[in-house]
């Protein structure tokens, strides 16, 4: 079992900055792959990126490449999202999720098999 707790979402002024973090419990967090989502009231739950847990890689949605960094600390069970240079498109409840390190498809909602509760981010123009 991997329970996941996002923080750090917030109000912010575009071309401003946040870092998310996704704090895990459980003993296996470390094997696995760790996703970060974004979704807006009656959208379909987006991929914004994520991060390997054997070797750290990471993978970004076109939208946010070069902007949003993610990072992981196996040793804190802790992975985070920095956001910088913030667009107002970027609002939306940001969700941390985890998913076997087994399977490949980033993107389908079904691969990840726990998620947290989700954070706010609201970008004002």
């Known amino acids: 079992q991997v329970q996941l707790v996002e923080s750090g979402g917030g109000l912010v002024q575009a071309g401003g900055s946040l870092r998310l973090s996704c704090a895990a419990s459980?003993?296996?967090?470390?094997?696995?792959?760790m996703g970060w989502f974004r979704q807006l009231p009656g959208k379909e739950r987006e991929f914004v990126g994520g991060?390997?847990?054997?070797?750290?890689?990471?993978y970004y949605a076109d939208s946010v490449k070069g902007r949003f960094t993610i990072s992981r600390d196996n040793n804190k069970n802790t992975v985070y999202l920095q956001m910088n240079s913030l667009k107002p498109e970027d609002t939306a409840v940001y969700y941390c999720?985890?998913?076997?390190?087994?399977?490949?498809?980033?993107?389908?909602?079904?691969?990840?098999?726990?998620w947290g509760q989700g954070t706010q981010v609201t970008v004002s123009s």
């Open positions: 999720a985890a998913k076997p390190w087994t399977t490949s498809n980033w993107y389908a909602h079904d691969e990840y098999d726990y």
């Open positions: 459980g003993r296996t967090f470390s094997t696995y792959d």
């Open positions: 991060i390997r847990w054997k070797d750290a890689g990471t």
